[in-house]
């Protein structure tokens, strides 16, 4: 099940709001929270789900263990346990595959390849395990003694099949104690409601165009065409993923739970390592928190730590050889600019340093799409004409007047619109009326246009849930 589904949005959700609100109690709240997280799962995976619930049932325990061992070896001992248990899972479910293809391609052996189904979010619901379980061990949280609770925390549905990676810490109060204003519930419809439209009417759009260049051969692919198409898939995969992350966050708040932000406008950026600051943020402070600031090499090697940290991330995305140079492609220019510092940085003209990035990150979103090295070397070919292909060509200018309002509309989102009302509203009573209007006016305009998209969508999946 998506979220971008008229049977997710008008009668999952709706059942689940009135189901919440129709009791009183907190505990009975979390209950019907974690029965339809249950179902919600069950219905994409309805065999995997018993693998969520031994995840939590594996990191509670542990995690019970570790506070009776608390000062002694044994803490240690439960904690790297459940380490192993729980990258054993995510290894074993997602990489098995790939490992075995490269044994046989390096050792010339024919081991027959397994064909695992890949259970969905199990690289979301794991490193939210693992932030649990090591987080206890450092007594950064209080150790769940509720099995239950901790079930809500790995299962709700919001977050849990595309992320954002939450924290225990950032919800450990509120599974016990939340309240839900009017204005959380204000916030919660329109984050929800600005997700789907990113989602619906600019990601899927932009991906019938990105498929249009990028789904056949390259080699009739312009010059001009090879870059259009791989800045379009950029914004695509922004929007996918930022508008999962907003309806996540928005039906967080409708339940009481404040998630952290998982983007914040990251083609903004004046640098490489600003645009990771800005982008999944959750994931990148999962990864600088349990990995990169842990001497793993010792202290006089630092960046060591930092190429682990960007091969993680990127082995993180796919069982495959382009997310891997993909996260250590992205790693090299960001050792590059801590190289430099960041005063000489600031020292380099602005207008390099946007454009820098910019070239920097669409390049690296090229080597994200094409998961087939042949097909990534003809992409790069393509960019400067090494395949024999034209500059331009009609279809390119077709498909940006074709598609100019869209083009348009995407650019302009990727600014904070919204902040910039939101500081517009605060100057006068009378201005926060109006957008305040505005807003809903909005809101129902998206909602209308994004539920009539989606009565007979063909191609609407979360990009992420394959990760």
């Given amino acids: 099940m998506v979220f971008s589904s008229l049977f997710f949005i008008y009668i ?4 689940c709001l009135i189901s919440y609100w129709a009791v009183g109690s907190l505990k009975y709240k979390n209950f019907i929270l974690i029965l339809f997280s249950l179902i919600f799962y069950a219905w994409g995976e309805p065999v995997w789900v018993s693998l969520l619930i031994f995840s939590a049932f594996q990191n509670y325990l542990s995690g019970r263990l570790i506070e009776k061992f608390r000062g002694k070896a044994g803490a240690k001992a439960v904690m790297i346990l459940s380490l192993v248990l729980n990258l054993g899972l995510l290894f074993g479910f997602k990489y098995t595959g790939f490992f075995v293809e490269n044994i046989n391609l390096i050792a010339g052996t024919s081991i027959p390849v397994p064909d695992i189904r890949l259970p969905i979010g199990i690289s979301f619901f794991t490193f939210q395990a693992i932030s649990y379980t090591v987080d206890c061990y450092w007594e950064r949280v209080n150790v769940q003694k509720s099995f239950w609770k901790l079930l809500l ?45 990113k989602k619906v009417i600019l990601a899927n759009n932009l991906s019938v165009i990105v498929d249009s260049f990028f789904g056949g051969e390259l080699g009739g692919v312009s010059v001009l065409g090879t870059w259009y198409a791989v800045i379009v898939y950029a914004m695509q995969i922004y929007f996918d993923f930022s508008g999962y992350s907003d309806m996540a966050i928005g039906m967080g708040r409708m339940f009481g739970f404040h998630f952290d932000e998982n983007f914040r406008h990251p083609f903004l950026c004046k640098d490489v390592t600003e645009f990771w600051q800005r982008w999944h943020i959750s994931l990148g402070s999962f990864f600088r928190d349990y990995l990169l600031y842990i001497p793993l090499f010792g202290k006089r090697r630092p960046y060591a730590s930092l190429f682990l940290v960007w091969f993680s991330t990127g082995l993180w995305h796919g069982a495959s050889w382009n997310f891997i140079i993909w996260g250590l492609y992205f790693g090299i220019f960001i050792f590059m600019e801590r190289q430099l510092g960041k005063k000489r940085m ?8 946007h454009f820098y990035n910019k070239i920097v990150i669409i390049l690296g979103f090229g080597i994200f799409y094409f998961e ?39 650019l302009v989102c990727c600014f904070p619109i919204g902040e ?48």
């Fill in 153 to 197: 925390y790995l299962s709700m549905f919001p977050q849990l099949v595309a992320g954002p990676i939450v924290r225990y810490s950032t919800i450990e109060q509120e599974i016990d104690e939340r309240s839900v204003t009017v204005e959380d519930i204000s916030y919660g419809i329109s984050r929800l409601i600005v997700g789907l439209g």
């Fill in 372 to 410: 087939s090295l042949p097909r990534l070397g003809g992409f790069f070919r393509n960019l400067v004409g090494a395949n024999g292909n034209m500059l331009v060509d009609e279809v390119t200018k077709l498909s940006v007047m074709n598609n100019l309002f869209l083009l348009l509309a995407a």
């Fill in 420 to 467: 910039l009302f939101g500081k517009l509203a605060k100057k006068s009573e009378a201005s926060q009326i109006a957008v305040g209007a505005g807003q809903i006016i909005f809101n129902i305009a998206v909602f209308l246009t994004s539920s009539i998209l989606l009565v007979d969508a063909t191609n609407n999946p979360f990009l992420y849930f394959r990760f």
């Fill in 346 to 353: 600031k020292k380099i003209p602005i207008g390099i340093r």
């Fill in 12 to 15: 999952f959700l709706l059942l």
